[in-house]
């Protein structure tokens, strides 16, 4: 197994770790309804560039954000 892969028996994240053996892209959008309030979306789409174990199919992960920011 290469390093960074998740082996424990025990978790049911499975799939990597983080590690540098990713391809992702972010998708960002942001609208301000008021000067002090602005709303965010981000929207992360990650693959593995070398899938392990081989043959594996199931490798991507997608990630969705949202945030609301109020200035006072």
């Given at each position: 197994?290469p390093?960074?892969?998740?082996?424990?028996?025990?978790?049911?994240?499975?799939?990597?770790?983080?590690?540098?053996?990713?391809?992702?892209?972010?998708l960002?959008?942001?609208?301000?309804?008021?000067?002090?309030?602005?709303?965010?979306?981000?929207?992360f789409?990650g693959d593995?560039?070398?899938?392990y174990?081989?043959g594996?199919?199931?490798?991507?992960?997608?990630?969705?954000?949202?945030?609301?920011?109020?200035?006072?």
């Open positions: 197994m390093p960074g892969w998740n082996t424990d028996p025990a978790s049911t994240a499975g799939g990597h770790g983080g590690g540098t053996n990713l391809r992702a892209h972010a960002r959008l942001g609208y301000s309804l008021r000067d002090y309030l602005l709303f965010t979306t981000n929207l789409l593995l560039l070398r899938k174990p081989a594996a199919t199931d490798t991507a992960s997608t990630r969705l954000q949202l945030e609301t920011t109020v200035r006072f």
